[in-house]
């Protein structure tokens, strides 16, 4: 296997995340681990990409924040928490659980940027 080949991988393999949540919004940082993935993840984990990845939440919005010197990016997600953590009666899906939905997201990446492999 050659460190270069282009594997298919869940996000969690290529890039952690840290979530917040405030209102009917939330905003979630990936950080790569690799700093060599951070071209792919911004090729890839675009802003409908993410859209798409919450859609049956219905958000209204993503806006994308690229942080090039950390290889990271925050996505900030309107309108995807059923009106917000208050008036939700779903109250194990916000913030942090939510980032576990994108980390599952599959990207392409070279086998060298995958963290145990």
Same mark, same amino acid.
């Given at each position: 296997?050659?460190?270069?080949?282009?594997?298919?991988?869940?996000?969690?393999?290529?890039? +952690?995340?840290?979530?917040?949540? @405030?209102?009917?919004?939330?905003?979630?940082?990936?950080?790569?681990? +690799?700093?060599?993935?951070?071209?792919?993840?911004?090729?890839?984990?675009?802003?409908?990409?993410?859209?798409?990845?919450?859609?049956?939440? +219905?958000?209204?919005?993503?806006?994308?924040?690229?942080?090039?010197?950390?290889?990271?990016?925050?996505?900030?997600?309107?309108?995807?928490?059923?009106?917000?953590?208050?008036?939700?009666?779903?109250?194990?899906?916000?913030? @942090?659980?939510?980032?576990?939905?994108?980390?599952?997201?599959?990207?392409?990446?070279?086998?060298?940027?995958?963290?145990?492999?």
């Amino acid at each position: 296997m050659h460190p270069d080949e282009i594997v298919e991988v869940p996000l969690h393999r290529v890039a +952690h995340a840290r979530t917040g949540d @405030k209102g009917n919004r939330i905003n979630v940082a990936l950080f790569c681990y +690799h700093y060599e993935a951070y071209p792919h993840l911004v090729e890839q984990v675009t802003e409908a990409a993410v859209l798409a990845c919450y859609r049956h939440r +219905h958000p209204t919005g993503v806006r994308r924040y690229l942080v090039p010197r950390l290889a990271a990016c925050n996505f900030v997600i309107d309108d995807v928490l059923a009106g917000g953590v208050n008036n939700s009666l779903c109250l194990d899906r916000h913030g @942090k659980g939510l980032s576990y939905l994108l980390l599952s997201m599959p990207v392409r990446v070279p086998r060298r940027c995958v963290a145990g492999l």
